[in-house]
């Protein structure tokens, strides 16, 4: 498909759990976000890459958070020891990443993460 | 502290007429404003945006205003559609280097009845 998509897109798991959410960017992209949405909220910034690195993670909210982009294309954010707090739709987005100028974000469907 | 702000949570409108929908910031290093719209249980897709070196940006029934002195900006949707009913967010980032961080407002849910 053109578009971000997300795997899964809903996901249910037991407090104290481990998770691991999936991204896949629109070809060519070579910037990467990660949001989280909790209900009644516009989406939060959690990270950013561009190409393989991290270039700013400082909205994961602790140290549970960690995110990856091994191969510049593909990402995935895994939580750890999952909260009830945790629970949100987690977002995707990509974009060109270019330097200097506007730069529209492209976002996917997202995962609804439920903590239990 | 909410740097950007949607004080309406939501708009009806009748089909046909004008929808304004308002934004507020407060960080005045935000260079460049976007809307995205959101339909349940998609993500949000990108509507329109200004920089602010510019006042106005229009696209097709869509307009977005920008005043950077009252910090403020509004969408139009003229004339508004059934379609058009949907989340609206506003949302603002820095420009050239720091312009990868968008800074979301809660949304405005916008009905358009017919």
């Known amino acids: 498909g053109a578009g971000v998509s997300q795997t899964p897109s809903n996901k249910v798991t037991e407090k104290g759990k481990y998770v691991e959410l999936r991204c896949d960017p629109i070809?060519?992209?070579?910037?990467l976000y990660w949001y989280r949405q909790s209900l009644g909220q516009g989406p939060e910034f959690l990270i950013y890459?561009?190409?393989?690195?991290?270039?700013?993670d400082s909205g994961l909210p602790n140290d549970r958070f960690f995110a990856v982009r091994p191969e510049g294309s593909v990402s995935t954010l895994k939580i750890q020891r999952t909260e009830r707090g945790d629970s949100a739709v987690y977002l995707c987005?990509?974009?060109?990443?270019?330097?200097?100028?506007?730069?529209?974000?492209?976002f996917g469907p997202g995962t609804r993460l439920t903590v239990l | 502290d909410q740097q950007v702000k949607q004080n309406s949570p939501s708009l009806s409108v009748q089909e046909g007429r004008i929808s304004i929908l308002n934004c507020d910031y407060t960080?005045?290093?935000?260079?460049?404003f976007l809307w995205y719209k959101k339909y349940p249980a998609e993500g949000p897709t990108f509507l329109i945006s200004?920089?602010?070196?510019?006042d106005k940006n229009e696209d097709g029934r869509f307009t977005v205003f920008l005043n950077k002195s009252a910090k403020h900006l509004s969408l139009h949707i003229v004339p508004s559609q059934p379609g058009d009913s949907a989340v609206y967010f506003c949302?603002?980032?820095?420009?050239?280097?720091?312009?990868?961080?968008?800074?979301f407002g809660k949304g405005t849910l916008l009905t358009v009845n017919p």
């Open positions: 890459f561009q190409g393989t690195g991290a270039a700013d």
């Open positions: 200004i920089s602010s070196i510019k």
């Open positions: 070809s060519g992209h070579t910037a």
């Open positions: 960080n005045s290093m935000f260079d460049y």
């Open positions: 987005a990509s974009s060109l990443g270019l330097a200097g100028g506007a730069n529209e974000q492209f």
């Open positions: 949302a603002a980032s820095g420009y050239g280097g720091s312009n990868y961080k968008l800074t």
